[in-house]
């Protein structure tokens, strides 16, 4: 039984004897009674509370677990969980420490709400456990600065959510057999044609001609290395390589797009600019350290906004769920997808609904001159100002973060930030963590609050036909002016526009002769 589930009988047993209220308060269900207390002491024995706020239902089996192994581990302190809805999730948070007795201790939050904690009075710097330096011990540089807040480290890092690049490995192994059975094809002519023109000693060409055959006929003439190898080859390494992909593949009939993302979602997006712009410099907290409006980022956008003479996609008809069951259903070779994508691919094909077998790598470069940089979210545990368990509360965040990550994939699809488990012996899970690596946190400037809304408009209207330059610039100059608190003007760069060869459909263009 849950320890959730223990309280809840052990209420209901309290309110059938009688004498026993009940008062709702800011998300939790209940209020515990001198009677019920005393129930639970029966129970517990006198322990000391910690009451742990969530906000993402996905978490409640594993947190009660984990809840459950704590009390085992540490039998002084035991930590009830608390489901809390989301919305104005922080100001519940306040309201529940400063009007209640049942204070959240800690709780879960993502890096881009910890200014807004911290200057609430919501959020403590941490303490690392003893013998342990620096966060960066046992935590990437990506999560550390997720976490920093003008050099303090205010939360811990517990799992993350970033984009990565996800493809059809059964399309691209089909591929790579086709493009080596024509190389073999071709040698074999070649052999076969120095024989015909005696260009070379007959035993010496029919020695080359039975070699090629020999290797074809090895492992149903192809060997499973060479496709392996050709696959490598072929997964781009920038927005470039796709587009000479896209030109040079035979699709099969099921296949709609070579390449279909979901453009109305700025987390899709992002990665075209997140090596070009800053927002807050690499803890997401300067002010001064934005820098939206430069040559680079103009670079980047008119790329994106190119790529859709390409893939015509329309904004308004896209959306994240529709993208990933067209990719599982097999009409999409390469798309960007977020982790939940795992789980919803293997669960289907768990019950034959997808019947190929993919791979998942980090997101091409824009160019070779121009590097990408994915978005991402690191949903963190902070300890509670208000708390008076302070030192507890800290403690059980490290053991959350730290000790208890070793089944949190397997028990919710989350990937943990501390990577001392087997969770990333899995290939695909391991290609997120390195694109988490090598992402850009969300900022945690309340300044800059509505900035995602505003580049998502910005990256519309670019893909539409506005001129990135403009766009960018005024986008620049909007959030400059929250940021000073005045009127703010960016000077025009000019970057002249590279000229782009109109892509021409072959086979529709030969439709229409």
């Given amino acids: 039984m849950t320890l959730r589930k223990r309280l809840i009988t052990i209420l209901i047993i309290a309110l059938c004897a009688g004498g026993i209220y009940a008062v709702g308060h800011l998300g939790l269900t209940v209020r515990q009674s001198e009677e019920m207390q005393a129930e639970e002491d029966s129970l517990f024995g006198r322990r000391e509370t910690l009451y742990l706020w969530y906000t993402d239902e996905a978490l409640s089996d594993y947190l009660n677990s984990v ?188 296949v709609e797009a070579v390449f279909k993302w979901d453009v109305s979602d700025i987390f899709y997006n992002y990665f075209f600019v997140g090596d070009a712009i800053d927002v807050g410099g690499v803890n997401g907290d300067q002010a001064d350290a934005i820098h939206i409006y430069n040559e680079d980022a103009i670079k980047c956008m008119r790329v994106y906004q190119d790529l859709n003479q390409f893939f015509s996609i329309d904004t308004k008809e896209i959306s994240y769920d529709g993208v990933l069951q067209d990719f599982m259903d097999g009409k999409i070779v390469y798309t960007v997808a977020t982790s939940d994508a795992l789980s919803k691919i293997e669960t289907a094909k768990a019950e034959g609904n997808f019947a190929y077998e993919y791979g998942v790598s980090v997101l091409p470069d824009v160019s070779e001159e121009l590097s990408s940089a994915s978005l991402s979210v690191t949903q963190c545990v902070v300890v509670n100002g208000y708390s008076v368990k302070k030192e507890m509360a800290n403690d059980f965040a490290v053991y959350l973060t730290e000790y208890a990550s070793d089944t949190l994939y397997a028990r919710t699809g989350k990937l943990p930030v501390n990577n001392r488990n087997d969770t990333y012996e899995d290939a695909n899970r391991a290609a997120f963590w390195q694109e988490y690596m090598n992402s850009v946190p969300m900022p945690k400037m309340v300044e800059t609050s509505n900035f995602w809304v505003e580049l998502e408009i910005a990256f519309a209207r670019i893909w539409s036909g506005e001129d990135a330059n403009q766009d960018l610039k005024g986008l620049s100059e909007k959030i400059m002016a929250q940021v000073v608190g005045g009127e703010y003007t960016e000077e025009y760069i000019d970057v002249p526009e590279e000229v782009v060869e109109e892509y021409v459909d072959e086979e529709e263009a030969e439709g229409e002769e």
């Fill in 67 to 254: 809840a459950v192994a704590y009390s085992e581990y540490q039998d002084e302190v035991r930590v009830i969980p608390v489901y809390t809805s989301g919305r104005e999730y922080l100001e519940t948070v306040n309201q529940a420490s400063l009007h209640t007795e049942e204070v959240p201790d800690l709780y879960i939050v993502s890096n881009d709400s910890l200014e807004k904690a911290y200057l609430s009075g919501l959020a403590s710097e941490v303490k690392l456990p003893d013998g342990v330096l620096s966060m960066q011990e046992n935590f990437p540089e990506t999560a550390v600065h997720a976490v920093t807040y003008h050099d303090k480290q205010i939360a811990y890092p517990f799992y993350f959510e970033t984009s990565c690049f996800l493809y059809n490995l059964t399309y691209l192994e089909d591929w790579a057999r086709a493009q080596i059975e024509a190389q073999q094809d071709v040698a074999a002519e070649a052999a076969q044609q120095k024989i015909d023109n005696g260009q070379e000693d007959a035993d010496a060409g029919g020695e080359e001609a039975d070699a090629v055959e020999n290797d074809a006929e090895e492992a149903g003439g192809i060997s499973e290395d060479a496709v392996n190898d050709r696959v490598l080859q072929v997964l781009p390494d920038t927005i470039d390589d796709i587009l000479t992909f896209a030109d040079e593949y035979d699709a099969p009939e099921q």
